[in-house]
């Protein structure tokens, strides 16, 4: 066996909070997202349904297949295509963890440190999560253990202290386009959330399978409630307008904290506790990436994949960060959401209607 880890359903759910929460700290596309106005805080709440209608086929996959991982049972679904389907998921992490890269280097050098080359970032951040990578799945556990719930505090602690900051009228009017916009930006963040492809490659390591539905219930419903925090915040302190001409709109926010003669500048603070959700991204990204490929050529070990990997994903990343505007242009809300969704929702739907239909895999209760 590849991997004889175990990891709890608890440090499951944070790892996957983590991914993708700290991706949201640096950006927020739901800002952008139809109808791409002050209703977005309302609006974000239509995720949570949208996130569970999309769980739908890992969970029914991973019920009908509780000891194999999604690379596993694609194989055992579609045959001889199996292992192609496979690659194809591999080739698609890549590219998201190339994004993830992409997006960490950028930060770095056009908000922290412009004189720094945005390669040495990708490398340090790339050598740093192979050594979490090598460790297996219960080191990540335990690191989304230890980080989850820095990233929640601070967080906390520094919408409380903007709170003098707020302007609630900038949520006025509320509805101003319908309910019906808000199908849209609850599509956004579904769309953005590659992790549920991640924890049905890494299901099977869940110390008890019983707990799976937990997993796929709590996760969506973390997520949406730190993004709810993060974009009223950013709204209220910023307004609707200029929150979207920001890049980084959270990191321009942390900046404005001003308490007395003593509390300011506390971008660091920022600027720490999204180094540290960055390595767990990247190290997640890249452990189901390795563990993949591990598994389609049934390999007896998965770790002599780690270097070899780590140097792919290093020039997969200054590939991709050699033309911003189109890079950005990518994970635009027409491009990116609709992207990952064909491997969220409609590759696995597929699956699941095939296995169904061929009678592959016993559903278990």
């Known amino acids: 066996m590849l991997e004889g880890g175990k990891i709890s359903a608890r440090q499951m759910i944070l790892l996957v909070f983590v991914s993708r929460v700290i991706y949201w700290i640096t950006s927020l596309p739901v800002l952008l997202a139809p109808p791409a106005n002050q209703d977005v805080w309302i609006d974000l709440w239509m995720a949570v349904p949208i996130y569970w209608i999309v769980a739908l086929p890992f969970y029914f996959l991973a019920k009908r297949f509780p000891q194999q991982s999604f690379y596993e049972y694609t194989q055992a679904i579609t045959g001889k295509a199996g292992?192609?389907?496979?690659?194809?998921?591999?080739?698609?992490?890549?590219?998201?963890?190339?994004?993830?890269?992409?997006?960490?280097?950028?930060?770095?050098?056009?908000?922290?440190?412009?004189?720094?080359?945005?390669?040495?970032?990708?490398?340090?951040?790339?050598?740093?999560?192979?050594?979490?990578?090598?460790?297996g799945i219960e080191v990540l556990g335990r690191l989304s253990e230890l980080i989850a719930p820095i990233?929640?505090?601070a967080i906390i602690g520094v919408v409380l202290l903007l709170v003098n900051d707020m302007n609630l009228?900038?949520?006025?009017?509320?509805?101003?386009?319908?309910?019906?916009?808000?199908?849209?930006?609850?599509l956004s963040p579904?769309?953005?959330?590659?992790?549920?492809?991640?924890?049905?490659?890494?299901?099977?390591?869940?110390?008890?399978?019983?707990?799976?539905?937990k997993v796929f219930i709590y996760a969506p419903l973390l997520l949406v409630f730190f993004l709810f925090i993060l974009t009223f915040s950013e709204l209220t302190v910023l307004g609707d307008d200029l929150a979207k001409t920001y890049t980084y709109p959270f990191y321009n926010i942390?900046?404005?904290?001003?308490?007395?003669?003593?509390?300011?500048?506390?971008?660091?603070?920022?600027?720490?506790?999204?180094?540290?959700g960055m390595f767990v991204k990247?190290?997640?990204?890249?452990?189901?990436?390795?563990?993949?490929?591990?598994?389609?050529?049934?390999?007896k070990s998965y770790k002599p994949l780690i270097l070899p990997m780590g140097i792919i994903i290093v020039a997969s990343t200054n590939m991709l960060g050699s033309n911003v505007v189109a890079f950005r242009e990518f994970l635009s809300f027409e491009?990116?959401?609709?992207?990952?969704?064909?491997?969220?929702?409609?590759?696995?739907?597929?699956?699941?209607l095939t296995a169904v239909l061929r009678k592959k895999g016993e559903y278990s209760k």
């Open 254 to 276: 942390v900046r404005l904290i001003h308490v007395g003669d003593f509390l300011e500048r506390i971008e660091v603070i920022h600027v720490t506790i999204w180094i540290l």
């Open 151 to 153: 990233i929640m505090i």
């Open 190 to 213: 579904v769309g953005q959330t590659i992790e549920i492809i991640e924890v049905a490659i890494i299901l099977p390591f869940l110390n008890d399978l019983r707990k799976t539905k």
């Open 335 to 352: 491009i990116y959401d609709w992207y990952t969704m064909f491997f969220i929702l409609f590759i696995p739907s597929l699956l699941l």
């Open 169 to 186: 009228q900038e949520l006025t009017p509320f509805l101003e386009k319908g309910i019906y916009p808000s199908i849209f930006t609850g």
């Open 83 to 135: 292992p192609w389907l496979g690659i194809l998921y591999v080739l698609f992490l890549l590219h998201i963890t190339g994004l993830t890269l992409t997006n960490f280097s950028e930060f770095f050098t056009t908000a922290v440190m412009p004189e720094t080359p945005s390669l040495f970032f990708v490398i340090s951040l790339t050598l740093i999560a192979a050594y979490a990578v090598y460790h």
């Open 282 to 299: 990247t190290a997640f990204q890249y452990y189901v990436i390795v563990l993949g490929i591990g598994q389609l050529f049934h390999l």
